[in-house]
């Protein structure tokens, strides 16, 4: 199994990039295309070849070519099921959603096995955005064939999709069970153990599936991540990182990804001018794709391009509703540019579109709190996320964090210290420090001062512990744990370690302004 990323052009008329898990790695496309268009053209009767040739077009993206191949097949072989389900994929993933069900019904109506009925049935419950009926209809198919990989896989996926992290986990861990040396559960699994914030097993698995299929863009996309947020981009650690790039430019040319992932590793470096320059070529290349207006924003508010980051993220906001972190960043960006009546409809219309992820719940209690003074309805509405993720420690951090900024800071700390039980205990985890330092300034608030204490050491110790893994964070944590214990000249050391490594906006700003006043 390999993953490959292919450039898409939607029914709308915008581009975005769609990555496929194939059964190998393509191998000289173009010249095996041309050899079953002719195949095909001289034996218009045959199907075997023709399938062939619809399964090289869906590797390479050409999907509108792929489905009329695959059309045409299914009129010589009506009973082939997997080219039902081919078909129901394609319709899927570009948003023709009743055509997608159609196919879908296509296969369920033919097919034998109970076992793959639920699996069928949990992708049209995908199809019309009934998550929770997709999640059973898989957990059925599980529990027919526990021994089968695909349905934990797609089991999953379901639970990622909802931002379940905790139940993806348990189901990526039966399909490596099954098959230990599956890359793509590896990779999701990594990508659930960061969900939770265990970031060192989640490198575990990273490195694994690197070990077991250097080549896979995926794998690389994610390492290439780390390596970025560890700010490993100097001296020969630099060039290690540079050589993923740019192995991973040369397969993937078409990833918006990782493109974006060049333009950071520019900024990290210290050149913002050529990662400006590269943003813009960028955004030229990409201009009818979304994600990359997305990303095109984020550059820009990332390096204090406001008015910029605000036109980026409302076009890549107009082009596509689907993504509910372009919503999550137009909550972020607008305020700063002071749109904040804009938000009201904005957090409307996310809740309408995304109920099931706990994320955005407490996104919009956080704006309604903090910018519309809704106080009430913000509280509720970040409350909602602990519904929906009971044994997320992110749920519950986002609560208390909105409690905090009501100024309920009583409640506040016992939400927070909830949460904290939820942590992955043996390791470093991503939300210690900030959380500890949010606990120490509602202790602050509320007039204990031992507690005040208490919890900016525990921050300043998880902020040692994770250097390794996110050095500005951690810096910039360690620098504010360090000045409220009352050292100064260490915490300028950490705030200064923070800036020397490219921390991003609002961070940056906030830190050279304490660091004037030192």
């Given amino acids: 199994m390999t993953t490959n990323v292919v450039e898409v052009m939607l029914p709308s008329g915008i581009k975005t990039n769609i990555k496929l898990t194939l059964e190998s790695k393509p191998i000289r496309q173009n010249q095996k295309l041309e050899t079953l268009v002719k195949y095909v053209q001289k034996h218009p009767s045959g199907w075997k070849k023709r399938l062939e040739l619809a399964d090289l077009l869906y590797s390479m993206g050409e999907w509108e070519k792929a489905i009329s191949e695959y059309e045409q097949v299914l009129n010589q072989q009506p009973k082939l099921i997997e080219i039902w389900l081919k078909l129901g994929k394609i319709f899927q993933l570009i948003g023709l959603t009743e055509q997608a069900i159609k196919a879908y019904e296509g296969a369920l109506i033919i097919c034998p096995y109970e076992v793959i009925k639920h699996h069928i049935m949990g992708l049209i419950d995908s199809c019309k955005n009934q998550h929770s009926m997709a999640i059973d209809s898989m957990r059925s198919a599980t529990k027919l064939n526990p021994n089968h990989a695909a349905h934990w896989l797609s089991l999953g996926l379901s639970y990622l999709r909802i931002e379940s992290p905790i139940n993806a986990l348990q189901a990526f861990d039966q399909v490596l069970k099954i098959n230990p040396d599956d890359v793509t559960a590896l990779n999701y699994n990594h990508d659930a153990l960061l969900g939770i914030g265990n970031i060192q097993a989640a490198w575990n698995n990273l490195n694994r599936a690197f070990n077991i299929a250097p080549d896979d863009i995926g794998t690389i996309e994610r390492i290439i991540t780390h390596r970025l947020k560890q700010r490993l981009v100097k001296n020969e650690e630099g060039k290690q990182t540079w050589q993923l790039i740019r192995k991973a430019i040369q397969l993937a040319p078409c990833s918006v990804n990782i493109q974006a992932l060049l333009v950071y590793y520019h900024i990290f470096t210290g050149k913002l001018a050529k990662a400006t320059a590269i943003s813009q070529q960028f955004i030229e290349e990409?201009?009818?794709?979304?994600?990359?207006w997305y990303y095109y924003a984020r550059f820009m508010f990332h390096t204090g391009q406001f008015q910029t980051a605000v036109t980026a993220i409302f076009k890549a906001y107009q082009m596509y509703q689907k993504d509910w972190e372009i919503y999550r960043l137009l909550c972020e960006i607008l305020p700063i540019v002071d749109k904040v009546d804009k938000?009201?409809?904005?957090?409307?219309?996310?809740?309408e579109y995304f109920p099931e992820h706990w994320s955005v719940w407490g996104t919009a209690g956080q704006v309604l709190v903090e910018h519309c003074q809704e106080i009430e309805a913000g509280i509720s509405f970040s409350g909602k996320g602990i519904e929906l993720q009971p044994q997320l420690a992110d749920a519950w951090f986002y609560h208390g964090r909105v409690l905090a900024l009501a100024g309920k800071h009583s409640e506040a700390i016992e939400i927070l210290k909830q949460g904290w039980q939820w942590l992955p205990t043996k390791d470093v985890c991503l939300q210690s420090a900030p959380v500890a330092g949010w606990l120490a300034e509602s202790s602050n608030a509320?007039?204990?001062?031992?507690n005040y204490q208490y919890w900016w050491?525990?921050?300043?110790?998880?902020?040692?512990?994770?250097?390794?893994?996110?050095?500005?964070?951690?810096?910039?944590?360690?620098?504010?744990?360090?000045?409220?214990?009352?050292?100064?000249?260490?915490?300028?050391q950490a705030y200064q370690q923070a800036l020397s490594q490219h921390l991003l906006y609002p961070a940056d700003m906030e830190i050279k302004g304490i660091l004037k006043s030192f």
Avoid at 446 to 450: H, L, T
Avoid at 460 to 486: E, H, K, S
């Fill in 343 to 351: 938000l009201r409809d904005i957090v409307e219309e996310m809740l």
């Fill in 457 to 492: 050491k525990i921050a300043a110790n998880c902020a040692d512990q994770m250097v390794n893994f996110d050095p500005t964070i951690a810096y910039y944590w360690q620098g504010r744990a360090l000045a409220a214990l009352g050292n100064k000249t260490q915490a300028k």
């Fill in 446 to 450: 509320i007039g204990d001062e031992i």
């Fill in 286 to 292: 990409y201009w009818h794709n979304p994600l990359a």
